[in-house]
């Protein structure tokens, strides 16, 4: 049973102001995308921020937090991801096709969801 509740006490080490959150694939997209979700802390928040290969902007919700998101806060975001339309290069309209799978090191239930969620679907 997944702990949608479950919420990190951090993202950083004492040295650490950058954090890889979760790594996304998109099998069925067109280009087969995969994204890397980062967490920064500067002056006292934690902003997010989605990077592809391609160098595309994301609109990302919530852009920042005062605390580290619950698991449950944390699918939300994925799951309503979407490219920027006025600073993607090329044909982006595809790119997050399909349910993604995941990997965390800091939210590891998060692979599980995703892979119930894709099998549900029929896509696995």
Sequence with gaps: MVNFHFRPSSYFGPNDPTALLVKLKYPESQWGEELSLYANA???????EVVDFYGNEYIINPE????PLTLEEVILLIECLEVDRTG????MQ???YGIPEAESLIY???KQYF??????FGLI
């Design 42 to 48: 500067l002056d006292g928040w934690i902003h997010f």
């Design 64 to 67: 920042k937090v005062k605390t």
């Design 88 to 91: 993607s290069h090329g044909n």
């Design 94 to 96: 595809g790119t997050l």
């Design 108 to 110: 590891p239930e998060l």
């Design 115 to 120: 892979e119930e969620k894709r099998k549900g």
